[in-house]
């Protein structure tokens, strides 16, 4: 691994990535990664001796296993699209696609299965339709894989052909899709088949399928571990790991359908198909907490600001208020006591003395706007509730210098 997982972890918790996909896994991912796998190969202990022991058909096991596996994939394709418009990466198509591919093989390997919704299966043949479906299931699923694990590193597409990209994508792997059931259901009687004897005993084509499928899966996994960055790689590498012993059991066992290998087998791959879905699920709420939190501080930060705010505006008022107040007072106290001594000297102008004490109550009107313009700034909130005290002093103060005036004072 080049990149060191903590280093893009600090990283990441500094820039609070918004996909989780290709988030940088942590210690915590990795602990229960393993403890998952090491669950499982618990359990494959318990279980390898027990095999090939028939437990008898359950005819109802199948399709409810499937059809959940089959709305699993579904819905962890819908949140790899989702994840792919936020951060429009070609891997994330790729790895979406898989997903679509397993969810649609799946369910129609249940249409087809003997005695799932029909005695004979709904679609195909009886013995050999579910068995190609199988394989290409888990072989279209793992070449996604693959070929997600190879140009995961390229860049981010354009941003302006999201949805184009995510719709031709859709129809070519629905076309694929659809041309592959065609020729497993309508062309069967043209593809080798893999059970001689009902469906039973395997051919041994069957087995060298099911070899080819198991170095398939290993290689995507060692690619996978090779390439591991993201949390997204993390899980992938134990979804593979979880659906190899399928095609352990189909090799190595004598009876392919109905054992105890066989059910655990299927059991893992439910646990496959849900674990992917789920990590999703759970990151996402992470993410969406940590993004709550980081929202909740940045807004009681900016309450802080703007209390200290108020108060440095509220003692800048308070410095300019009172000088321009004094500086207004005696100005009116000096023209009033100047025009008796200039009446006396035949020196009276009331027209320029009113002119002067305009002009000083013009200066003074506009220097409070300032200070008062700085404080709606400051606290918009509760200028739009009410008008501030020293704004309705000022008007009173006004009003009764206009009343002075008519006076003739």
């Given at each position: 691994m080049n990149a060191n997982p903590r280093q893009l972890t600090i990283a990441g918790d500094h820039e609070l990535p918004l996909v989780v996909a290709l988030m940088p896994y942590t210690p915590r991912h990795r602990a229960v990664a393993l403890a998952v796998v090491a669950a499982m190969l618990i359990v494959?202990?318990?279980?390898?001796?027990?095999?090939?022991?028939?437990i008898g058909r359950i005819d109802s096991f199948l399709p409810l296993v499937q059809t959940v596996m089959s709305a699993a994939d579904l819905l962890t394709a819908t949140l790899l699209f989702a994840q792919y418009w936020v951060r429009p990466r070609r891997a994330l198509l790729l790895i979406a696609s898989g997903y679509i591919f397993a969810s649609s093989f799946a369910f129609r390997q249940t249409l087809s299965f003997t005695g799932s919704y029909a005695p004979n299966g709904l679609i195909g043949d009886t013995y050999t339709t579910p068995a190609w479906f199988f394989v290409l299931w888990h072989t279209t699923f793992p070449l996604s894989i693959l070929a997600y694990a190879l140009l995961k590193e390229r860049g981010n597409l354009s941003l302006e052909w999201r949805m184009a990209d995510i719709a031709i994508t859709l129809a070519c792997v629905l076309g694929t899709i659809a041309l592959?059931?065609?020729?497993?259901?309508?062309?069967?009687?043209?593809?080798?088949?893999?059970?001689?004897?009902?469906?039973?005993?395997?051919?041994?084509?069957s087995n060298q399928i099911n070899i080819g499928l198991t170095i398939l899966g290993s290689t995507v996994l060692l690619v996978l571990f090779i390439r591991r960055r993201t949390v997204l790689d993390l899980w992938l590498m134990v979804t593979v790991f979880a659906a190899i012993p399928n095609f352990l059991v189909a090799a190595y066992a004598g009876a392919a359908r109905f054992s105890v290998g066989w059910y655990t087998a299927r059991g893992f791959a439910l646990v496959a198909s849900c674990l992917l879905l789920s990590v999703l699920v759970t990151e996402m709420t992470v993410l969406y907490s940590r993004l709550a939190s980081a929202l909740v501080m940045q807004r009681r930060e900016r309450g802080n600001r703007f209390v200290s705010i108020d108060a440095a505006t509220a003692a800048i008022a308070h410095e300019i208020n009172s000088p321009l107040g004094s500086t207004e007072c005696r100005n009116r106290s000096a023209g009033a006591g100047r025009a008796p001594s200039l009446a006396g000297r035949g020196q009276s102008d009331p027209q320029g003395n009113r002119r002067s004490r305009t002009k000083g109550q013009r200066d003074y009107h506009k220097r409070s706007q300032l200070v008062q313009g700085c404080d709606r700034q400051a606290r918009p909130d509760q200028h739009r509730q009410r008008r501030r005290p020293g704004a309705a002093a000022f008007a009173t103060r006004l009003a009764s210098q206009r009343g002075d005036r008519h006076d003739g004072v």
């Open positions: 494959w202990v318990f279980v390898t001796p027990l095999a090939n022991v028939q592959l059931s065609w020729l497993a259901i309508d062309e069967v009687q043209h593809l080798p088949q893999f059970f001689t004897t009902g469906l039973m005993l395997q051919t041994r084509l």
